[in-house]
């Protein structure tokens, strides 16, 4: 029988931790992010068509 080794948890999984605030705070900004796209997305843009803009950006890309 092995002893235990100090300052070792027997918590190793990830999904036994809590997160910390830093993790929350971009855990909260993805998904608002997420509702802002799924909010906005259904909103047809207004913006007139310009033909001239895949030519002229893969002859730069030339």
Same mark, same amino acid.
């Given at each position: 029988?092995?002893?235990?080794?100090?300052?070792? $948890?027997?918590?190793? $999984?990830?999904?036994? #931790?809590?997160?910390?605030?830093? #993790? @929350? @705070? /971009? +855990? /909260?900004?993805?998904?608002? !992010? /997420?509702? +802002?796209? +799924?909010?906005? +997305?259904?909103?047809?843009? !207004?913006?007139? @068509?310009?033909? $001239? /803009?895949?030519?002229?950006?893969?002859?730069?890309? @030339?």
């Amino acid at each position: 029988m092995k002893g235990k080794m100090p300052g070792v $948890s027997d918590n190793i $999984s990830l999904a036994l #931790q809590t997160p910390t605030t830093a #993790q @929350r @705070r /971009f +855990a /909260f900004v993805a998904v608002a !992010q /997420f509702l +802002a796209c +799924a909010v906005v +997305a259904p909103i047809p843009a !207004q913006l007139p @068509r310009i033909d $001239s /803009f895949v030519p002229v950006i893969h002859d730069i890309c @030339r």
